[in-house]
T-cell receptor, first 112, second 114 residues
Framework: DSGVTQTPKHLITATGQRVTLRCSPR?????VYWYQQSLDQGLQFLIQ???????AKGNILERFSAQQFPDLHSELNLSSLELGDSALYFC???????????FGPGTRLTVL | AQSVTQLDSQVPVFEEAPVELRCNYS??????LFWYVQYPNQGLQLLLK??????LVKGINGFEAEFNKSQTSFHLRKPSVHISDTAEYFC????????????FGTGTKLQVIP
């Protein structure tokens, strides 16, 4: 158990819909990262937040957005969903001293 | 900018045979290096890390990796694999020191054949 929690575990929705994925980091970690993992694209870094502020952006689509709240949990919002958005979405939190990341179990999103 | 190359996308190996998963990195600064493992339907978990000091790093489940600065490599090895080692393995690099960006490789799928 990494100490990072993600909900929900599975999500099935339709094209055009909007969903919210939630992540709680390990106790004491200020950074949260979001990744998308699919069979054709592999592990893709989406975005990082540090103590409530956006820190780095990766291959995140404009239809996707994220935020980190004062209690440090984070939400990833995916809107106008397309079939190609079906993937595993991972959240990770980081020990900033040594940069190692601790991953949650993931949310499997299926868009029908 | 930094990058990580995992040349082998898949590595099949017989049970109890040795295995080496290759990782090469590129960085203009000193680095920290990591190997993560992802078992089917699970998140990634840290296998081992190199921060400084001894270039041979031992991790969980009998894995070890050697940091080679001149060859900019951090290959992962295990002398005898088990069926339970079947998983995807990711190499990652960051600049040394805290608050550095981490870049992941594309992963190598290790398939252990009984």
């Amino acid at each position: 158990d990494s100490g990072v929690t993600q909900t929900p575990k599975h999500l099935i929705t339709a094209t055009g819909q909007r969903v919210t994925l939630r992540c709680s980091p390990r106790s004491g970690d200020l950074s949260v990262y979001w990744y998308q993992q699919s069979l054709d694209q592999g592990l893709q870094f989406l975005i990082q937040y540090y103590n409530g502020e956006e820190r780095a952006k990766g291959n995140i689509l404009e239809r996707f957005s994220a935020q980190q709240f004062p209690d440090l949990h984070s939400e990833l919002n995916l809107s106008s969903l397309e079939l190609g958005d079906s993937a595993l979405y991972f959240c990770a939190s980081s020990s900033e001293v040594f940069n190692e990341q601790f991953f949650g179990p993931g949310t499997r999103l299926t868009v029908l | 900018a930094q990058s990580v190359t995992q040349l082998d996308s898949q590595v099949p190996v017989f049970e109890e045979a040795p295995v080496e998963l290759r990782c090469n990195y590129s960085s203009s600064v000193s680095v920290y290096l990591f190997w993560y493992v992802q078992y089917p339907n699970q998140g990634l978990q840290l296998l081992l890390k190199y921060l400084s000091g001894s270039t041979l790093v031992k991790g969980i489940n009998g894995f070890e990796a050697e940091f080679n600065k001149s060859q900019t490599s951090f290959h992962l090895r295990k002398p005898s694999v088990h069926i339970s080692d079947t998983a995807e393995y990711f190499c990652a690099v960051s600049g040394s020191g805290g608050y550095q960006k981490v870049t992941f490789g594309t992963g190598t799928k290790l398939q252990v054949i009984p």
